[in-house]
């Protein structure tokens, strides 16, 4: 298949920090060759770095839409516009053959634009992945193999803690830093924009979750509602756990608390996802590491979108998925809110299909919808 013609609609931190490297480095599969950003100062370095001529570089992401030309538009706009934008893409290049959409996660502000957002693939006929790259990670899948292969044993229940200093972040951290971010319009700030990497992780290891009950900590911080929230689950396999988020404070101690899955045969142990090794502990006095390669994710999505259009798999992280993760953390905020107990999911379990590309270390299954 011929390289596949990219049209970047957001040239923040997002692109430069994130997907451009895996752009470059999918340089045989990729061309970038239209940008667009409100902002001209974003998009000209950007430019005369890709050697694109000004009839290439837009202000309005709308007249880019029409461009015969472009095989696939990555978003990378502040949450509060990705399913107004994503829509608008959708509408124009419906039931085009050869043309697919990229939105960042998490994908909606709200309720109704998620649910909404997850229509969008059969209301238009356009395929859609969102990049969640914790699900297309090399840990995150090996952990859910080495789960569901029972590795372990029978897995019986969870601990997940992540902690992040957003009031510190916003000085040095250029993410922190962004306005939109700070003063977010959406639900629940930087639980829903940082912690949705972890429920989608939890979910792409556990699958569905049956039932959650959430207790948080309010804050006057623009950045969050809760300065923590602290959340029990029930995942529909029977799994329980408990996840915590912490938004304004700090972990001192090593080893972090992190990832701890405990089966009746032992427990596996992810300290913070850079660490470039997962932890196993058995029962019988046994230990065994698996090494990975932090950050692949990037790498993996635009891989598996390329492989998608190519005809060889399908699309891992669908609109509908995304639903699901970006749900769950709307009933935490408002389990917490209400002291109420909220089922989450309300169909079977799936599991999604995903493709590994050159893992050396670790095979994974290739396994398909059901």
């Not at 009933?331 to 050396?360: C, E, F, K, N």
Request: charged share 25%; hydrophobic share 40%.
């Amino acid at each position: 298949m011929d390289k596949l013609k990219v049209g970047i609609i957001g040239t923040g931190l997002a692109f430069s920090r994130l997907h451009y490297p895996a752009y470059q480095e999918l340089s045989d599969k990729f061309e970038i060759v239209a940008l667009c950003d409100p902002e001209p100062d974003k998009t000209r370095p950007w430019a005369e770095r890709l050697g694109l001529g000004g009839n290439n570089v837009y202000t309005d992401y709308r007249p880019m839409l029409w461009r015969g030309d472009i095989n696939v538009f990555d978003i990378m706009v502040p949450i509060e516009h990705n399913f107004r934008v994503t829509e608008d893409v959708a509408r124009a290049i419906s039931h085009q053959p050869g043309r697919a959409i990229i939105c960042e996660k998490p994908l909606a502000a709200n309720y109704e634009q998620a649910r909404a957002h997850a229509e969008l693939p059969r209301r238009y006929g356009v395929p859609i992945m969102i990049a969640e790259n914790y699900r297309y990670s090399e840990e995150i899948n090996i952990i859910r193999d080495l789960v569901r292969q029972k590795r372990i044993g029978n897995p019986i229940y969870f601990i997940h803690n992540r902690v992040t200093c957003f009031p510190e972040d916003m000085l040095k951290n250029e993410f922190a830093r962004e306005e939109w971010r700070q003063h977010p319009v959406f639900a629940g700030g930087v639980i829903m924009d940082s912690g949705v990497h972890d429920v989608a992780a939890l979910r792409h290891i556990f699958g569905a979750i049956d039932k959650l009950q959430s207790f948080g900590v309010p804050q006057h911080d623009d950045f969050a509602p809760y300065a923590v929230i602290n959340v029990n689950i029930r995942f529909k396999s029977g799994v329980t756990g408990q996840f915590s988020f912490y938004s304004a404070g700090k972990e001192m101690q090593r080893p972090l608390i992190g990832l701890r899955i405990f089966g009746t045969a032992g427990m596996i142990y992810l300290e913070e996802k850079d660490c470039g090794t997962i932890n196993i502990a058995y029962n019988d006095g046994r230990a065994e590491q698996i090494n990975y390669r932090p950050q692949r994710g990037y790498y993996n999505e635009l891989l598996n979108l390329y492989n998608a259009m190519a005809g060889r798999e399908v699309i891992s992280v669908t609109p509908e998925m995304e639903y699901g993760d970006a749900k769950t953390i709307l009933d935490m905020l408002r389990s917490a809110r209400d002291g109420s107990t909220i089922a989450v999911d309300g169909g079977h379990d799936y599991i999604p299909a995903y493709r590994s590309a050159h893992q050396p270390d670790f095979e994974f299954q290739q396994l398909s919808w059901h």
